[in-house]
């Protein structure tokens, strides 16, 4: 082959490497950068309520073992102390509930407080859980006082309902039975409504 026509080759290579690398250093392109922000406004718009749907759930879900808790908590101690134990309930959005010995206590203001002794050493120790813990939520009761005996832990039977405050408004019931048994189950009626972390209330 002619030593010319191979040089002319080489120069027509490099000419074309040299193109090539100034054309790949150029960045994106306006029309990739607008394919890639409608890619993720597309991603945001599907994943925004999924991810408010999920605190939600959480929420609701917190609210309800805390309460779950709460009767708990006051049953045993009910029990232990051979004495009544009272959970005084304030219904609405500025819901508030309080356990205590004390009949009278005020889960509003928490005078009189709000409080049952520890078992070992006697101090009181307060029970409050409100709406400025979880806003979240809307907690009525059917009953604003349940009352926990010390025999075998027996009870004012009563229900409390508990409703998320976001779109999807999940509803779960709490029941507190004569014998003291406390329950947690979610309405099946409206299938969007119902916590399923909780069984179907009957």
Known sequence: MDLSVLKRMMMRLESGLASS???SSRGFTLIELLLAVALLS???????PAMTT?????????AVERIYSELQLARSTAVAMSQPVFMNINSGDNWALGVSNDANCDPIDNNPACSIPDVENNNPITRLYSASDNDNVRVNSAGNQITFFSQRGT????????????????????????LGQISVCSPSDDPRRRLSSYRACA
């Open 21 to 23: 690398r100034r054309t």
């Open 42 to 48: 597309m991603v945001m718009v599907l994943a925004v």
């Open 54 to 62: 999920m605190a939600e759930r959480r929420q609701t879900i917190a």
């Open 155 to 178: 009870a004012t039977p009563t229900n409390i309902v508990i409703t998320s405050l976001g779109d999807v408004g999940y509803i779960v019931n709490i029941v507190v039975r004569p």
